[in-house]
């Protein structure tokens, strides 16, 4: 079997093909895979580094608030556009590919059209509750549309849909909460805290954070791990310094730039306080984590939202929204949650309920099947 993987833009898009075409290769070896994005992407360097083969196709996405920069950017978006599809047709021709796979991106609408125009079997899957412009306008062309959850069908009732899940990687899924704590010497009977903002960080959510770690700090049942983000970490530490807060002295707080051995300190925490991304959320639930969450309103049409609301009515998590996040807010609900241990325990349980472990299996599945009725046509 031929699969075209096209994506692009974040990681939130390009990892979920990247490991649903590692899921292929361990279900056929012989399986032959080519991945086309953008050549100045995040893509261009991440699918590679993955050892898959890379197709550029040049492409950039609109922007809809009025400034002459996004004047500019659209009059060179409009310049990229018309050569995309000629661009798209030759990378169809030179691959031949049984099924195209599409995981959202601006590179995947104009290859994934293309390709559902010149009749080869197309499929694009949706990360987020609230589906994106690209996946809305490509749900009229593809063959159909895979989702993961089943609350986003309802922005898309003219197309055929199937639940799948987002893929979510094994060393989240195996990863042992002993050994994790072992190894972090965090004892059995402290509570751990995770939180984070994503690897550039986020500011607000930063601020909050330096005032609940040091209202906790005297805490020493309470382990709080945060990643403060690139951009954030010296002015973060400035912050806890205002509040008297000198890391020395308090070992319970381990403060870094970035969480980069995230499964070991996911497996090792009992909260989890952190955005509302799509693959972060699909983490939590196959983890089984209580989780606060703080959605970034700085997303297209709001999804992170979306996404948080989804756990938050199944009984699986929190929600804070930035409008109303301070320190104190913030802190009022961990405490709440430090003096019931029975409500953590409680969220956790939901939200490894909701977890859809298998989502590799249920798109590979998928893709064989548009596969195999190619062919029996």
Known sequence: MRLLFVCGGTGGHINPAIAVANYA???DPNVKILFAGNPKGMEAQLVPKAGFDFAPIKVKGFQRKLSWYNLKNNCQAV???MGASHRAREILRGFSPDVVVGTGGYASGALLRRAAKDGYPTLTHEQNAFPGVTTKLLSRYVNKVLLAVPEAKEYLPECQTVVTGNPVREEILFASRRQARQELGIEENQVCILSFGGS?????LNDAMAQVLALN???RDVVHIHGTGSYDWERFGALLREQGVDLQNYPNLRVREYIDDMSRCMAAADLLITRSG?????EIQA?????ILIPSPNVAANHQYYNAKVLVDEGAALMLQEKNLTGQA???QVRELLEHPERLKELSHNALATAIVDANARIYSEICKLARENREK
């Not at 550039?200 to 607000?204: P, Q, R, S, T, Y």
């Open 79 to 81: 310049f990229y556009l």
């Open 25 to 27: 290769k361990t279900q």
């Open 278 to 282: 799509a693959l972060t959320l699909c």
């Open 330 to 332: 913030l802190f009022a």
């Open 217 to 219: 700090r005297e805490n």
């Open 287 to 291: 983890a089984g984590k209580a989780a």
């Open 200 to 204: 550039n960080g986020a500011k607000k």
